[in-house]
T-cell receptor, first 113, second 116 residues
Framework: LAKTTQPISMDSYEGQEVNITCSHNNIATNDYITWYQQFPSQGPRFIIQGYKTKVTNEVASLFIPADRKSSTLSLPRVSLSDTAVYYCLVGDLLYNQGGKLIFGQGTELSVKP | DSGVTQTPKHLITATGQRVTLRCSPRSGDLSVYWYQQSLDQGLQFLIQYYNGEERAKGNILERFSAQQFPDLHSELNLSSLELGDSALYFC???????????????FGPGTRLTVT
């Protein structure tokens, strides 16, 4: 079972790049890695998803090393509005065999002016 | 706005009661997932339906059940409620498996359940 571990909190300043790492030592072959952003009293919002190597979209990059035992979400030039909780989700999102979709405990990112 | 709707937004009920939470997925999405979020347990996967059929079970209690109807909306039924069931319940939807890879899940705004 892929247990995921993230830092509980991180602080940053506006304009800086922020990297949040999620450890998932027992990741299975069919597991994907997804990152979500959540604001208070709202549902998680999809940021980025990957299986291996590097994925980039208009808001973030996701780095996954060859052994896939960790992943790093990179947010370029954060702003105050990026203050939120960030979750990684590891699991077989294609077929969900066994129903093992595991969320990390979340990283509370605080961006200061 | 993710396109996923959930009702009601808030629900307050007493221990021992039964409630039903409703979810309408995004247009075109065939998969519906239910999650529970509480302070002590975090976000936990409960159950998934795909095109009306149960696809996978996670940490769902026997007191809880769900179904997905022909119009693809889904309901989560919680019975014999206990204080510890107080939590945010989220529904998410996705298109389902495809050859291009794992589908993205889009979450609804959630239902906040308070059991007194």
């Amino acid at each position: 079972l892929a247990k995921t571990t993230q830092p509980i909190s991180m602080d940053s300043y506006e304009g800086q790049e922020v990297n949040i790492t999620c450890s998932h030592n027992n990741i299975a072959t069919n597991d994907y890695i997804t990152w979500y952003q959540q604001f208070p009293s709202q549902g998680p919002r999809f940021i980025i998803q990957g299986y291996k190597t590097k994925v980039t979209n208009e808001v973030a990059s996701l780095f996954i090393p060859a052994d896939r035992k960790s992943s790093t979400l990179s947010l370029p030039r954060v702003s105050l509005s990026d203050t939120a909780v960030y979750y990684c989700l590891v699991g077989d999102l294609l077929y969900n065999q066994g129903g093992k979709l595991i969320f990390g405990q979340g990283t509370e990112l605080s961006v200061k002016p | 706005d993710s396109g996923v709707t959930q009702t009601p937004k808030h629900l307050i009920t007493a221990t021992g009661q039964r409630v039903t939470l409703r979810c309408s997925p995004r247009s075109g999405d065939l998969s519906v997932y239910w999650y529970q979020q509480s302070l002590d347990q975090g976000l936990q996967f409960l159950i998934q339906y795909y095109n009306g059929e149960e696809r996978a079970k996670g940490n769902i209690l026997e007191r809880f059940s769900a179904q997905q109807f022909p119009d693809l909306h889904s309901e989560l039924n919680l019975s014999s409620l206990e204080l510890g069931d107080s939590a945010l319940y989220f529904c998410a939807s996705s298109v389902g498996p495809s050859r291009t890879g794992a589908p993205e899940q889009y979450f609804g705004p959630g239902t906040r359940l308070t059991v007194t």
